[in-house]
Structure formats: structure tokens, C-alpha cells
T-cell receptor, first 118, second 108 residues
């Protein structure tokens, strides 16, 4: 159980275009999803926390107008990178939290989306 | 504040043991351990919830020292499949903050 999917697996786009990444929890409902960004040989850095039906909470230094997050249902969250530039090229990973409650919540990760901006 | 892991990298021969440490400057309420293979998403290994708790699965185990704000991951009789980058994650409110990572390579 606890499967999270992401689509697409990879995307190559031109500078200035927008890219949408989907994250779905396939066999459970996730009230909270998280978006991370990972540069090569570095750790996962939390970008934002996405709660179903409410606005996302962004980490310090993450531009909310550039990284639009929508959590429309209990199984789907989307991240849109607007006006992408080469420095946005990275591995974007979402995770969904099982609703166990409190500190026992476990996050399960999607397979990631590799974004390359030319 | 990001937890600090040590060592940064480990090279092992198959069958050898390794210990990975995770230290936090903030109080720890739970510690999560993940392994990530190159180009893939992190895979959940285990969670420790209480100070003094130890748990394991197969030949991978972990301990949690709440007072020292530390956790350690023990890999016994390592296998080739253990290769990857290991991350600890510490929970702050509803967020999971990942450690700096430890790259483990196991050779035949």
C-alpha cells in the first residue's frame, strides 16, 4: 500500500514556458502533500506544504508566484513552475502523508520528475 | 535547521558493517530514515518515535537517543542492494526536514 505517482517522469522545456507536475496518492487519501526539490548530490529541500482545500504554505525563499501549488482533492496535488528558467532545472519530488495522526505520520514519496529547462 | 549526518560517505565491501549518525540542534520528536537510489525517490525504511527506541528489519536497525538529539542507523553484513544515499528526517510540526545525507557504496 501507500503508493504515490508523479507525472511526468521527466520534462524538457524552453526557458519562459510553464510546466505542470502532478502528484497522486493512489491507494489512500492524503490531506497533506509536500513538494521537494533536489539538486544533484544534495539533500531534499522542502519547498511547500500542500493541504487539501486550502492555500499552500511555502518555505522561506521559495517564490509562491513562481511555484504554484494546487491541492484540489484528497488524492491530487499539482505543482506548476511558471516562466521556467535554466536555474529551475532540478529533480522535483512530491510526498503524501498517511493520515495516522501526529508524529507517527509517514511520508511516501512519488518517483520524482526531472525538469530540464533549456 | 537541517540535521547533520556523518559520515558524508562510506565505502564498504559486501558483508561489512556501517553506522550512520544523524544529529539535530533542535529537540527531536521522531526520526525517519530513508534510502534513495540514484535518480529515484526516497524509500521509507523506518520511523522511531520514542527516546531509547530501537527497531530493525532484516539487517538494518536504528536507535534514537532523545536526550542527545541523535539517531543512528546500523547496517549489518551489508549487501550490494544497500548502496544508495541514506537520509534521516526529523519532524518539526507538520514538516519533515531531511538531513545532509550519507552516500553508501557496497562493492563485491
Amino acid at each position: 500500500g501507500a503508493v504515490v505517482s508523479q507525472h511526468p517522469s521527466w520534462v524538457i522545456c524552453k526557458s519562459g514556458t510553464s510546466v505542470k507536475i502532478e502528484c497522486r496518492s493512489l491507494d489512500f487519501q492524503a490531506t497533506t502533500m509536500f513538494w521537494y526539490r533536489q539538486f544533484p548530490k544534495q539533500s531534499l529541500m522542502l519547498m511547500a506544504t500542500s493541504n487539501e482545500g486550502s492555500k499552500a504554505t511555502y518555505e522561506q525563499g521559495v517564490e509562491k508566484d513562481k511555484f504554484l501549488i494546487n491541492h484540489a482533492s484528497l488524492t491530487l496535488s499539482t505543482l506548476t513552475v511558471t516562466s521556467a528558467h535554466p536555474e529551475d532545472s532540478s529533480f522535483y519530488i512530491c510526498s503524501a502523508q498517511t493520515p495516522a495522526g501526529g508524529s507517527t505520520d509517514t511520508q511516501y514519496f512519488g518517483p520524482g520528475t526531472r525538469l530540464t529547462v533549456l | 535547521q537541517q540535521p547533520v549526518q556523518s559520515p558524508q560517505a562510506v565505502i564498504l565491501r559486501e558483508g561489512e558493517d556501517a553506522v550512520i549518525n544523524c544529529s539535530s540542534s533542535k529537540a527531536l520528536y521522531s526520526v525517519h530514515w530513508y534510502r534513495q537510489k540514484h535518480g529515484e525517490a526516497p524509500v521509507f525504511l523506518m520511523i522511531l518515535l520514542k527516546g531509547g527506541e530501537q527497531k530493525g528489519h532484516d539487517k538494518i536497525s536504528a536507535s534514537f537517543n532523545e536526550k542527545k538529539q541523535q539517531s543512528s542507523l546500523y547496517l549489518t553484513a551489508s549487501q550490494l542492494s544497500y548502496s544508495g544515499t541514506y537520509f534521516c528526517g526529523t519532524r518539526h510540526t507538520d514538516k519533515l526536514i531531511f538531513g545532509t545525507g550519507t552516500r553508501l557504496q557496497v562493492f563485491p
